[in-house]
């Protein structure tokens, strides 16, 4: 049985949830405020976590940021908040899916039920097989990444990206191409899910400079890794 964390401050509203998600045969866990729900996701380790943005005592932005810090744990933000330059920091801070207020239960249950489905080890062909080109070190089974030796802390997201990039380094990959093998929704905003997804994947792997990151823009196409040596 999965676990579920549904950090909500208003009582009606988590209340559904709880009903919700409990019907439909998970285990939940709920905090009415942000400090609370980042003590309850370290101490729990939850399955996933259903975030609301509009918290008090540490709002979401704070919660999902402290998160990725320490735990790539799947993040569906929920909130009140349409507007488009609100999906797009939820995504660049990390969240791995975004639900806007109202929504329909059906939805909500359906975009859970894909993100515990990707956050779970083996669900690629190549799922078992470790990739090692002498600077990456990539490991599916164990959802274990190491840069030069080093290991890094990706979110389900993230490792799904990088590995869709490795396997087919040398060819370039279309942002519908990623959201196909990296996200169950190829919906939403598109492109700059990728784009931003990119971006904080070369961050997090120390590639911040783009001139010298092996995950490479080709502009007006999408993205390709490079192995070292130039390798295709």
């Known amino acids: 049985m999965s676990r579920l ?16 998600f409990s019907r439909a045969g998970y285990e939940v866990a709920h905090a009415g405020d942000g400090r609370t729900g980042l003590k309850e996701a370290y101490a729990e380790h939850p399955d996933l976590v259903v975030l ?3 918290l008090p005592e540490m709002d979401g932005w704070q919660v999902l940021e402290r998160l990725r810090d320490v735990s790539d744990v799947p993040v569906l933000v929920l909130t009140a908040h349409g507007q488009e330059a609100e999906k797009v920091r939820g995504l660049r801070g990390g969240a791995d899916d975004y639900l806007t207020k109202p929504f329909a239960n059906n939805e909500l249950l359906a975009r ?4 515990l489905r990707r956050s779970s080890a083996g669900q690629n062909s190549w799922a078992s097989q470790i990739y ?3 600077l990456v070190h990539l490991d599916p089974t164990k959802r274990r990444v190491y840069v030069k030796g080093d290991e890094k802390r990706l979110t389900p997201t ?3 990206l990088l590995n869709a990039l490795v396997r087919h380094a040398g060819a370039v990959l279309s942002p519908n191409q990623l959201l196909t093998q990296a996200w169950d929704d190829p919906t939403g905003i598109g492109q700059e899910r990728v784009k931003f997804a990119v971006l904080r994947l070369r961050r997090k792997l ?3 400079d ?4 092996p995950i490479e823009s080709v502009r007006g196409f999408g993205y390709r890794y490079r192995r070292p040596g130039g390798e295709s």
Not at 5 to 20: G, K, N, S
Not at 112 to 115: G, N, Q, T, W
């Open 210 to 213: 783009p001139d010298e990151s």
């Open 52 to 54: 609301d943005v509009g």
């Open 158 to 160: 993230e490792f799904r």
């Open 206 to 208: 120390g590639w911040s």
């Open 5 to 20: 964390l549904v950090v909500e401050d208003d009582p009606d509203i988590a209340l559904a949830l709880r009903l919700l």
């Open 112 to 115: 859970v039920e894909a993100l």
């Open 132 to 134: 090692d080109d002498g």
